[in-house]
């Protein structure tokens, strides 16, 4: 008896946000942390960004947020502890940005 193998490869694209909605994505961002940074909790002189202030700013659920953070189009901050994980806005911006290019 002679045996087949199969090998079945999916070919997904890469998961990206669309180019025309990150400029939108940048804006919002940029608007709700001004209006709201005097609102947010600071450690170490970092605030303290969590998943909901984003998807709240950028006008996205935060099943959104999370699906980026799953297919690593957006990180947590550099400077988050182990224990603690926060955005910062600015890197959150600058990835958004690379989506574009």
Same mark, same amino acid.
């Given at each position: 008896?002679?045996?087949?193998?199969?090998?079945?490869?999916?070919?997904? !694209?890469? !998961?990206?946000?669309?180019?025309?909605?990150?400029?939108?994505?940048?804006?919002?961002?940029?608007? &709700?942390? /001004?209006?709201?940074? +005097? #609102?947010?909790?600071?450690?170490? &002189?970092?605030?303290?960004?969590?998943?909901? +202030?984003?998807?709240?700013?950028?006008?996205?659920? !935060?099943?959104?947020?999370? #699906?980026?953070?799953?297919? &690593?189009?957006?990180?947590? /901050?550099?400077? /988050?502890?182990?224990?603690?994980?926060?955005?910062?806005?600015?890197?959150?911006? /600058?990835?958004?940005? #690379?989506?574009?290019?």
């Amino acid at each position: 008896m002679k045996s087949i193998e199969l090998t079945i490869k999916e070919n997904k !694209p890469a !998961p990206q946000i669309l180019k025309k909605d990150i400029d939108t994505l940048v804006d919002r961002l940029q608007r &709700g942390f /001004s209006a709201n940074k +005097h #609102k947010l909790t600071q450690l170490n &002189g970092y605030y303290l960004i969590t998943n909901i +202030h984003l998807s709240k700013w950028m006008k996205v659920t !935060p099943a959104t947020v999370n #699906k980026w953070l799953k297919d &690593g189009l957006i990180k947590y /901050s550099e400077k /988050s502890y182990d224990n603690l994980k926060f955005f910062d806005v600015n890197e959150v911006i /600058s990835q958004l940005r #690379k989506q574009k290019q």
